[in-house]
């Protein structure tokens, strides 16, 4: 199996967003509006202009993606559900975490529903930190905003 994360070429808007709908699917039917599960071609379309989206291609195949808001922010984070448990979740992260701390940034941000039954733990074994909870308008959940520490990148020596 061969896997790499490359940058998504606008023209592939149809696929990121396909993805997004599989990846959020189920949080959709569990009643967390999440905008990426219902998110439209115009929108991710717009999106290319102001943030970086990536895919996770397996042996060709698009199987995840992520976007990189040019605030730093991580968000639009999936995994085909076929594709779940190989790993792809965590490696797309890191990659985000990686773009977030190229541009500059210290800590890596993003959200989800307080009371979500497997994100919120997810994030902490990643090494995220609840902040704090807060309400976005028209969501019918509470989010907690998480944040990571990022430090110097791997191949730069400490500041002393």
Not at 45 to 66: C, I, K, N
Request: with cysteine; proline share 9%.
């Amino acid at each position: 199996m061969t896997v790499h994360i490359r940058r998504a070429a606008p023209d592939e808007a149809p696929v990121v967003r396909s993805l997004l709908h599989q990846a959020y699917a189920a949080n959709a039917a569990a009643g967390f509006n999440f905008t990426a599960a219902t998110v439209g071609r115009p929108e991710v379309e717009e999106t290319f202009g102001f943030a970086g989206v990536y895919l996770l291609v397996e042996d060709g195949v698009p199987r995840g993606t992520v976007t990189v808001w040019d605030d730093g922010n991580i968000g639009w984070f999936g995994v085909s559900p076929e594709r779940r448990g190989l790993g792809h979740g965590r490696r797309l992260l890191a990659f985000a975490e990686e773009r977030v701390r190229a541009m500059g940034k210290d800590r890596a941000c993003l959200n989800t529903p307080v009371n979500h039954p497997w994100l919120p733990d997810f994030y902490r074994r990643c090494g995220y930190v609840a902040v704090r909870v807060v309400h976005y308008p028209g969501k019918t959940y509470d989010s907690v905003e998480f944040e990571k520490p990022l430090g110097p990148r791997p191949s730069e020596p400490p500041s002393v």
